[in-house]
């Protein structure tokens, strides 16, 4: 099935695999709190247990340098795709009013970024992440 949107999440290539796990865990999250139309219905296995929604369409996960991830950043932000991000101090932080402090003391230009999800039409997605490599 081919959607009208993509999702991407852009992970930077020098993080331990936990971190590019727990950074493509929390922004896909956000991803959906922010679109809820991304979550898909609840399963049912064929003795009639029920499980959680997943998200309805598939996700991108690209590898990107720090410098690659601050192009992506300002060609979303050029184009109007409001990004989420994942600073490298967010892995010292212990909640979510710590996290929103951490972030709201940097300037745009010195965040220490290390993943940004992003969800908009495919052809936005395409020129945001073009060049990019899938992670792999």
């Keep these: 099935m081919r959607y ?3 999702i991407a999440i852009v992970v930077r290539e020098n993080l331990a695999t936990w971190q590019k ?3 493509a865990s929390f922004l896909a999250g956000g991803l959906v709190a922010a679109a809820p139309e991304l979550a898909g219905e609840p399963y ?4 009639g247990r029920f ?3 997943l998200i309805r369409q ?4 690209f590898s990107a340098t720090a410098e690659e991830l601050r192009q992506v950043l300002q060609r979303a932000q050029g184009r109007g795709v409001r990004a989420h991000l994942y600073t490298n101090e967010l892995f010292s932080t212990g909640n979510d009013i710590a996290n929103r ?3 709201a003391g940097v300037a ?8 940004l999800g992003l969800h908009a039409e495919r052809k936005e997605i395409d020129k945001i992440t ?3 490599k899938l992670h792999g």
Aim: no cysteine; charged share 15%.
């Design 101 to 103: 402090a951490a972030v």
């Design 130 to 132: 073009k060049g990019l």
């Design 51 to 53: 499980y959680g929604p």
């Design 4 to 6: 009208d949107t993509k």
């Design 58 to 61: 598939p996700v991108l996960i």
């Design 108 to 115: 745009t230009a010195a965040l220490d970024l290390v993943g």
């Design 21 to 23: 796990l727990n950074v």
């Design 44 to 47: 049912q296995d064929g003795s």
